[in-house]
């Protein structure tokens, strides 16, 4: 009962910092499972199984407050469903040790990107509003999906990234359709799964642990991302991706850093990314101030 509890809890946070960031739950999740001992292609399903319901929820909570493009939802999601069922089908085979570190330098670009774009510059408004093509949500669907099945999680650290750098779209949208998205990519991962594996290796109740306190946590982080001004939003979504992924490249093989190194990279990185917040929030109030005064000069004068 006791570890039931406490997955109940981790879906809640989970999809607390999903809904309101677009990503992490996956990550979360099937991180916490691998400690447990879960043979991977197990955490996965279990993840997604939970997602379906999540997801679903997510989904409609954000389309109530507004966050979601129907367009980049069919555009993406189609690709990303057919991405994660070839990815479900081939994870027991698949060796994700070379690949890992490769996805995370570029996903730790973006971060880098992204971040630096929001904190100093706001929301970037000469591309807002402007079409996203199909040549470019498709690539992009099939990848992180494949990538979300046999990593347990990556349709949110790839897809979110990667539209809020176009800068066509506002940060709570880009977050509202990744989530609403990621419906279809669990459905289809999860199907992958139970093809290839049957049910072997799931435990149930711990998905339904995972997806009810997920349920309760998505209206909370759909109606917390309308709250949260976009400057601010994206910065914060760019510093848990390069926290999210140098944790990576730091436990791969490649650099195979030790704890001591581990946590003083991790103090430098929590460092920068709460100096990006405060300057990314004084940045956003000096510019709503200056709204209000302009505002206040163009009102005409009573006599």
Known sequence: MRTLILLALA??????????????????????????????????????????????????????????????????????????????????????????????????GLGLYVMSRFTFRGLPKNQLGKPLRKRFLTPLGLVAGFLDATGGGGWGPVGTPALLASGRMEPRKVIGSVDTSEFLVAVAASLGFLFSLGSQGLNWGWVLAFLLGG?????????????????????????????????????SDWIGASGSVSAVVYVLLYAVWAAALTYSIRAYRQEKAAEGEHAAGRRPVSA
């Open 11 to 108: 879906g809640l946070g989970a999809q607390l910092v999903d809904g309101s960031l677009g990503m992490a739950y996956g990550v979360t999740s099937t991180t916490l499972l691998l400690a447990m001992g879960t043979n991977p292609a197990a955490a996965s399903a279990t993840v997604h199984l939970a997602e379906i319901g999540t997801t679903l929820m997510s989904g409609a909570s954000h389309w109530r407050f507004g966050n979601v493009d129907w367009k980049v939802v069919a555009r993406i999601g189609v690709p990303g469903a057919i991405g994660s069922f070839l990815g479900a089908t081939v994870l027991s085979s698949l060796s994700t040790e070379v690949a890992e570190p490769v996805m995370s330098l570029i996903l730790l």
């Open 215 to 251: 349920l309760v946590a998505a209206p909370i982080a759909a109606w917390l991302v309308r709250l949260v001004p976009p400057r601010v939003l994206g910065s914060a979504v760019g510093g848990v991706i390069i926290v999210t992924n140098v944790r990576t490249l730091l436990k």
